[in-house]
């Protein structure tokens, strides 16, 4: 997974800035449904917070969802999974730069 340098849009000067670098390193978790409770919750209040990791995290929730449906189910092989973010994330580059 490539790492997330965004910048953290926590507006709550009183709450714990959680990296964001650590949240999309445990998206999969959420996504995969394999965290805590207590981590869940950490997850989620940070992606209400911050555009910046929510759009990340939908981009992940897309893949995820695209691999299931054309692999009906199976496990994906990490290289379609890699070649599929890479080309999600250049459709992306290039979206925003145009």
Excluded: F, N
């Amino acid at each position: 997974m490539t790492e997330y340098t965004g910048e953290c849009a926590t507006p709550d000067p009183d709450r714990p800035v959680t990296d964001c670098s650590q949240v999309i390193a445990e998206v999969w978790t959420l996504l995969d449904g394999e965290c805590t409770a207590e981590t869940k919750a950490k997850l989620r209040r940070h992606l209400e917070e911050c555009p910046g990791c929510l759009r990340h995290y939908g981009v992940e929730e897309r893949i995820k969802a695209l691999i299931a449906r054309k692999c009906s189910g199976e496990k994906a092989p990490r290289q379609l999974y890699e070649r599929v973010r890479l080309e999600i994330s250049r459709t992306t580059i290039i979206h925003r730069d145009g």
